[in-house]
């Protein structure tokens, strides 16, 4: 087996869960409840259990990407890779936020994506999720085996609610961010990205992640269009939801998918 080939079977067996030594890690790590941490060992980078880490076992974020610990950062420059895998993934897009960023100026505006980060990391932290980026007006998470277990698409649906609730759709005073959420599952190409002497992160790259982002691209305000691929793969019945079939850009047939607002969305992922 090629270098590239024993790469790319390392990487499937670490985020499919069964690299157990991995899992384990991850697992003691998160008991330690600090932000922020490494993506791939979730060691925390401050607090108690940081200071701890950084003195016993030598973690520290990167110098060269402080998304990863420099244990972590080592390995994936060693090792790069990927693999193709099943998952779920969740886009949010702010809707209308040009013209909201040109209403509240670069200081309210900053300030106010800032609230808007904050919040989408509380809330994939607690579902289980791999927070791919925080960028513009939108966030992106994965949802996949290392993390979410089997029922991937379940938890997904889950952290959308939460993104809804979090920005106050469902109280009396109504939301403080207009939000549109795309979730879809499929096969996903997950790997490294960069030089082996430059930079190396970790990303997504295909059609499930393209279609997830055109999704959340055209969800209105307060919507989640859940692709069908994901209402099968969560096991949930959303025959109640509207249904959509749409023509994304990019794609040459329509995908179906349902419309779930908070309202809906409490049935579909508890």
């Known amino acids: ?26 697992r003691v790590f998160k008991l330690i409840p600090t932000n922020p941490r490494c993506k791939l060992c979730e060691a925390p980078f401050s607090g108690v259990g940081g200071r701890v880490l950084r003195l016993t076992a030598g973690k520290s974020p990167s110098r060269v990407n402080p998304h990863f610990c420099n244990a972590c950062y080592s390995f994936l420059t060693s090792k790069p890779g990927g693999t193709e ?25 900053s300030k106010l994506i800032n609230r808007f980060y904050i919040a989408a990391t509380d809330v994939f932290s607690v579902s289980d999720a791999w927070i791919d980026r925080l960028v513009g007006d939108q966030v992106v998470a994965l949802f996949l085996p290392l993390m979410a277990g089997d029922h991937h698409a379940r938890a997904a649906i889950g952290a959308a609610r939460g993104l809804l609730k979090a920005v106050g759709f469902g109280t009396p005073e109504g939301p403080w ?43 209105g305000a307060g919507e989640v269009l859940i692709s069908e691929a994901a209402c099968a793969h969560s096991g949930i019945d959303a025959s109640d939801c509207e249904h959509r079939s749409l023509q994304l850009k990019g794609r040459a047939e329509p995908i179906d998918v349902r419309v779930a607002t908070l309202d809906k969305l409490g049935a579909l992922a508890g």
Do not use: C
């Open 177 to 219: 961010l207009p939000l549109g959420i795309g979730v879809h599952t499929g096969v996903t190409f997950m790997g490294t990205v960069g030089t082996e002497k430059g930079m190396q992160d970790i990303t997504v790259l295909g059609d499930t992640a393209n279609t997830t982002a055109r999704l959340s691209s055209v969800a």
């Open 85 to 109: 895998i099943e998952m779920t993934l969740l886009f949010a897009d702010i809707r209308g936020s040009t013209t909201m960023a040109q209403q509240l100026g670069t200081t309210e505006y």
């Open 1 to 26: 087996m090629s270098d590239n080939s024993k790469n790319n079977e390392m990487w499937r067996r670490i985020l499919t869960g069964e690299m157990t030594e991995m899992t384990t890690m991850r």
